[in-house]
């Protein structure tokens, strides 16, 4: 049997266990203190951190839409000057284009009157062989073309010796008449004053012998052989 301690021994070993409940007690709540204090530290570093990242990321989003709308206006204007480029572009277009349309028409007439002038020398030549009584298909073969080539070489060679003797006839008219009113003198003048009848008759200065052997009887003759 366990023998009873002294009053006195019982009563401090009480007060030890009480102090030691006591301690334990207020290291736990010390502990949640300081905790807690670091936790509330830890949240007011954090507002810190973020109010400092608030301030430079507003900063550059004002800044982002300042360029954006600087972009916007640039891009616009560089739009409208492109589109009064186009214009403009379109409208030299026009100029050129009716320059080079006018010199393209230059060129064709400048090749045109040569090509005719070189054509007046073929249906020369033409006519010259067709004159030494070569057919027309002979001629067609020795020259290399075609039956209607030639025969359009010879409507040339006749057209073109038609309005000679037309200019021709046409320039010597005065001449003529000039010769007619000279002839007429006193003796030829009746007594009226009017010329006789004598000296306006006779044959025509310049007949009409027609061109020799091109007409279309003679063309669609040959043609056929």
């Given at each position: 049997?366990?023998?009873?301690?002294?009053?006195?021994?019982?009563g401090?070993?009480?007060?030890?266990?009480?102090?030691?409940?006591?301690?334990?007690?207020?290291?736990?709540?010390?502990?949640?203190?300081?905790?807690?204090?670091?936790?509330?530290?830890?949240?007011?570093?954090?507002?810190?951190?973020?109010?400092?990242?608030?301030?430079p990321?507003?900063?550059?989003?004002?800044?982002?839409?300042?360029?954006?709308?600087?972009?916007?206006?640039?891009?616009?204007?560089?739009?409208?000057?492109?589109?009064?480029?186009?214009?403009?572009?379109?409208?030299?277009?026009?100029?050129?284009?009716?320059?080079?349309?006018?010199?393209?028409?230059?060129?064709?007439?400048?090749?045109?009157?040569?090509?005719?002038?070189?054509?007046?020398?073929?249906?020369?030549?033409?006519?010259?062989?067709?004159?030494?009584?070569?057919?027309?298909?002979?001629?067609?073969?020795?020259?290399?073309?075609?039956?209607?080539?030639?025969?359009?070489?010879?409507?040339?060679s006749?057209?073109?010796?038609?309005?000679?003797?037309?200019?021709?006839?046409?320039?010597s008219?005065?001449?003529?008449?000039?010769?007619?009113?000279?002839?007429?003198?006193?003796?030829?003048?009746?007594?009226?004053?009017?010329?006789?009848?004598?000296?306006?008759?006779?044959?025509?200065?310049?007949?009409?012998?027609?061109?020799?052997?091109?007409?279309?009887?003679?063309?669609?003759?040959?043609?056929?052989?």
């Open positions: 049997m366990t023998a009873a301690l002294p009053s006195g021994r019982f401090m070993a009480k007060n030890t266990a009480r102090r030691r409940r006591s301690t334990a007690a207020l290291e736990r709540l010390e502990s949640a203190r300081l905790r807690r204090a670091a936790q509330l530290e830890r949240e007011r570093e954090n507002e810190r951190r973020i109010d400092e990242a608030l301030g990321f507003a900063e550059a989003a004002a800044a982002v839409e300042a360029i954006e709308r600087k972009r916007d206006g640039r891009i616009s204007a560089l739009e409208d000057q492109l589109d009064r480029k186009l214009v403009e572009l379109d409208r030299q277009k026009d100029v050129k284009a009716g320059e080079h349309h006018r010199r393209c028409d230059e060129v064709r007439a400048d090749a045109e009157m040569e090509i005719a002038e070189w054509r007046q020398t073929m249906s020369a030549s033409v006519r010259q062989i067709r004159a030494a009584e070569v057919t027309l298909s002979a001629t067609a073969a020795m020259l290399g073309l075609s039956v209607k080539a030639v025969t359009a070489l010879l409507r040339d006749a057209h073109d010796e038609a309005e000679a003797t037309s200019q021709g006839d046409a320039a008219a005065p001449a003529s008449s000039l010769a007619s009113s000279s002839a007429v003198d006193s003796r030829t003048l009746r007594t009226d004053g009017s010329p006789t009848d004598e000296g306006q008759g006779g044959e025509p200065p310049y007949p009409d012998d027609g061109v020799d052997g091109v007409d279309d009887g003679t063309w669609s003759r040959e043609e056929s052989d």
